[in-house]
């Protein structure tokens, strides 16, 4: 067998609550997932099918300093619940979605907002307003034998001290069953896979020097620093 020509790059690892690491494999992100977030991006709510975009796994950073990208004047915070995936499966049934579930997590999808809407208006990908280095924190994953599945709780971000979003769980337009379900039918789910499944509304900017604190009820919190 040949030898590598280089060295093979670390693997993505996440904390988890009660000891050990989570293997990164991939990173799904769910569109418009809550209706007044929708609403304030200039989009119809309608429960339409849920739609999905990608970040790469070194995106994922856990947590502390998280360094302002380049090539944006407006980057945006997204607080999401993660959903750990920990065993395979595909055309999975939304009865059955739960079963592949490890574990939940508070995450940020940061956003390059003024590079997504020049990708919208001129009809191209907008993967690099979404898959930039550190763009995806997240707090450490606490399994579902502590945890269980929730399906209601609130969400909420600060930045400096003060409430930016604040939501339910039960405010999303798809239910953490029901995407796993729609993701499952368009990739075969593995071990190890995240998936970011939308924020609520009150999405809104970040500088240097900001200090974002993010908490989803019964699940846990998540810290970042801009520098």
């Given at each position: 067998m040949s030898e590598l020509v280089f060295a093979a790059p670390a693997g993505v690892v996440v904390p988890v609550a009660g000891g050990g690491l989570f293997p990164v494999r991939r990173v799904f992100c769910v569109g418009r997932n809550y209706a007044a977030h929708?609403?304030?991006?200039?989009?119809?709510?309608?429960?339409?099918?849920?739609?999905?975009?990608?970040?790469?796994?070194?995106?994922?950073?856990?947590?502390?300093?998280?360094?302002?990208p380049s090539a944006t004047a407006n980057l945006h915070h997204e607080m999401e619940l993660v959903v750990a995936i920990g065993r395979g499966g595909a055309d999975v049934a939304a009865a059955d979605a739960l079963g592949l579930v490890f574990g939940y997590a508070a995450g940020l999808d940061l956003t390059r907002r003024d590079l997504q809407d020049e990708a919208k208006a001129a009809r191209r990908p907008w993967d690099m307003s979404k898959g930039f280095d550190e763009s995806g924190p997240i707090g450490e994953i606490v399994p579902v034998g502590k945890v269980g599945h929730p399906a209601a709780g609130r969400i909420v971000l600060k930045v400096n001290g003060e409430v930016r979003q604040q939501g339910d769980l039960a405010d999303q337009i798809w239910a953490v069953p029901e995407v796993i379900a729609a993701l499952s039918k368009l990739v075969r789910l593995e071990a190890g896979d995240l998936i970011f499944t939308g924020t609520p509304d009150g999405v809104g900017p970040l500088v240097r020097g900001d200090l974002a604190e993010g908490e989803i009820e019964g699940v846990g919190k998540l810290r970042v620093r801009m520098v």
């Open positions: 929708a609403r304030e991006m200039g989009n119809d709510p309608d429960r339409e099918p849920p739609f999905f975009f990608c970040k790469p796994a070194d995106a994922v950073v856990t947590g502390g300093e998280v360094k302002y």
